[in-house]
């Protein structure tokens, strides 16, 4: 079975600095990965996926992520961040026939 | 624009009392799904459609239940909520292995 680990259920930065989220993922087949953004009282929102095409995939709000498959990772950056950032992040992996699997999410705070 | 509608936003039931959630789309997807979602939590599976074909998680309590009339619409029966009960209740359709969330339901037990 498929499954998902983020490392640090909280990550704060400073406002302009890097954001780099972690996700580690197990799959004994090719996996589609995502990630999505949370805010408070919200559903949640896709950032970007992974779809088995190119391995630096560039989502919404100027986050990005690389499929690693020597790593197993996935892991979510942005270069600069925003206090709009703050938010739960959370990965997720499918196989495609079966539903997400999803990690237990980091919360980003963001420090002016 | 709204494509995940979900009512109410909020809902305060009492203990015991059915209570039923609701949620529509506008995107036409065969598949959609149930969350739970407890503070600082990830989403628990509570069930799925492939179109008219129902499937419950395992760990899913009898307490819940669903429909799905038609495509458009998904409702969450919870026949005689518990003060554990207390989540947020999110629906989500899927597409080509993307899903597309609504806003969710707070629900509130007293």
């Known amino acids: 079975a498929q499954s998902v680990t983020q490392l640090g259920s909280h990550v704060s930065v400073s406002e302009g600095a890097l954001v780099l989220l972690r996700c580690n993922y197990s799959?004994?087949?090719?996996?589609?990965l995502f990630w999505y953004v949370q805010y408070p009282n919200q559903g949640l929102q896709l950032l970007l996926k992974?779809?088995?095409?190119?391995?630096l995939v560039k989502g919404i709000n100027g986050f990005e992520a690389e499929f690693k498959k020597s790593e197993t990772s996935f892991h979510l950056t942005k270069p600069s961040a925003h206090m709009s950032d703050a938010a739960e992040y959370f990965c997720?992996?499918?196989?495609?026939?079966?539903?997400?699997?999803f990690g237990k999410g980091t919360r980003l705070s963001v420090i002016a | 624009d709204a494509m995940v509608i979900q009512n109410p936003r909020y809902q305060v039931t009492q203990f015991g009392k059915p209570v039923t959630l609701s949620c529509s789309q506008t995107?036409?997807?065969?598949?959609m799904y149930w969350y739970q979602q407890k503070s600082s939590q990830a989403p628990k599976l509570l069930f799925h459609?492939?179109?008219?074909?129902?499937?419950n998680e395992a760990d899913t309590p009898d307490n819940f239940q669903s429909r799905r009339p038609n495509t458009s619409f998904c409702f969450l029966d919870i026949r005689s909520p518990g003060l554990g009960d207390a989540a947020m209740y999110l629906c989500?359709?899927?597409?080509?292995?993307?899903?597309?969330f609504g806003p969710g339901t707070r629900l509130t037990v007293t």
């Open positions: 997720a992996v499918t196989l495609g026939n079966t539903p997400l699997v």
């Open positions: 799959s004994s087949v090719p996996p589609y």
């Open positions: 992974y779809t088995s095409a190119a391995t």
């Open positions: 995107l036409n997807h065969n598949v």
């Open positions: 459609y492939y179109d008219k074909d129902f499937n």
């Open positions: 989500a359709t899927e597409s080509a292995y993307e899903q597309y």
